[in-house]
């Protein structure tokens, strides 16, 4: 796989998140190394997160009417150019570094289809407790039930062109968790 070139671009599903976006898209004009696109998909809001997203003119922003995570990713996967397609949740509040570290990673691992990283919960009440029982279940019981790793749908990236290999694959229902039926079928295709 050739990585010379390699783009980024920031997919963010969003859903009724005026009180978590503007930290978000905050945290994505503070990078040291800018995205080449950064795509909201809005999934119906109701409350004012269209009007907080068009505040940003880095932000592209689609409409995805089919209510769910799943719907509203692929709506920003397909619609992408780069050769890297990032995954946040609006909640997810990014280090200064994140884009350069994912790009790095992608061009120094050709064989890697995948990435992701870890939770660091900043909105919850016992935030230790909240971390270790995630890192149990997301590393220990998930990777051990299904023998694969898993991807943390708020924090993780992907090669476009694996993209392209899966989503006629994936599981378009609002009951499944997409980052993790993403995991089971890029595992399949190579390292993540």
């Known amino acids: ?65 089919k209510q769910g995570q799943v719907f509203a990713q692929a709506k920003g996967f397909d619609f992408s150019t780069a ?24 061009q120094e691992h050709s064989e890697c289809v995948a990435l992701t990283g870890d939770p660091d919960p900043y909105d919850v009440v016992l935030r230790r407790l909240s971390l270790a029982a995630f890192h149990f279940y997301h590393s220990v019981v998930a990777r051990i039930i299904s023998g694969r790793t898993m991807l943390w749908g708020a924090n993780c990236a992907l090669r476009a062109d694996a993209w392209q290999k899966i989503k006629k694959d994936m599981v378009y229902r609002r009951d499944i968790w997409e980052d993790y039926d993403m995991a089971f079928l890029l595992n399949e295709l190579c390292r993540v």
């Open 83 to 106: 050769t890297i397609l990032g995954r946040i949740d609006a909640d997810s509040v990014l280090p200064t570094n994140w884009t350069e570290k994912v790009v790095h990673y992608f």
């Open 1 to 65: 796989m050739n990585n010379k070139a390699l783009t980024l671009s920031i997919v963010i599903p969003v859903y009724n998140e005026e009180l978590y976006l503007k930290a978000c898209l905050d945290s994505i004009a503070a990078q040291d190394v800018k995205p080449l696109e950064v795509i909201v998909v809005d999934n119906n809001s109701t409350d004012k997160s269209l009007e907080i997203a068009q505040r940003y003119e880095f932000v592209t922003l689609l409409s995805e009417d």
